[in-house]
């Protein structure tokens, strides 16, 4: 008795492999543009983190945007300076930490923040209500801004409005 597969069982193996194939490999190719975009949900909620912050405990708060490092860091404001290295916000998540995002990390997919313009800076801060402003101390209502997440499969625009601080994505490509 010979044991083995037939010519037939060994094609119908092959024709099932290559439908499962192709049927995963475009889902597959679809994972980089989630990434990029999870690195724009956390801006988008860390944006709102910082409104509802500075609102819950009456103090200012600012997001200091940094293009060359592709990094952003969560801060109190106090008086008219901001210092991210010494005024960073506690990470939530471990002890000890600073507030800083790195969109270099392999979980966004190489996004990367490009064409800030937020008060003609990097710097978007809201008051002790939660309203954004023009600068640190300031009365000055902000006049809104955007900034650009940017990968290999995708572009989007983040804009916070002028005068609640509402934030909203556009997708440009």
């Keep these: 008795m010979r044991r083995g ?5 060994v094609l119908v193996t092959v024709v099932i492999l290559g439908i499962a194939g192709a049927l995963v490999v475009p889902s597959m190719s ?9 690195g724009v949900r956390t801006i988008v909620s860390d944006i709102n983190f910082a409104q509802m912050d500075a609102l819950a405990y ?3 708060r600012g997001i200091v945007f940094d293009v060359d490092t592709n990094s952003y860091t969560i801060v109190q404001v106090f008086g008219g300076t901001i210092e991210p290295e010494t005024d960073a916000l506690y990470d939530p998540r471990g002890p000890g930490q600073r507030y800083r995002v ?5 979980d966004f997919g190489g996004a990367r923040i490009q064409n800030i313009d937020l008060n003609g800076g990097n710097v978007l801060i809201f008051d002790e209500i939660g309203g954004p402003v023009a600068t640190p ?3 000055t209502l902000s006049s809104g801004g955007s900034l650009e997440v940017v990968g290999h499969q995708g572009r989007f625009r983040i804009d916070i409005a002028a005068f609640s601080g509402r934030v909203s994505v556009v997708r440009l490509d």
């Design 102 to 106: 790195n969109l270099n990390d392999f």
């Design 58 to 60: 009456q103090e200012p």
């Design 137 to 139: 101390g300031s009365d």
């Design 30 to 38: 679809g994972a980089g543009i989630l990434r990029v975009q999870a």
């Design 5 to 9: 597969y037939t010519l037939v069982e």
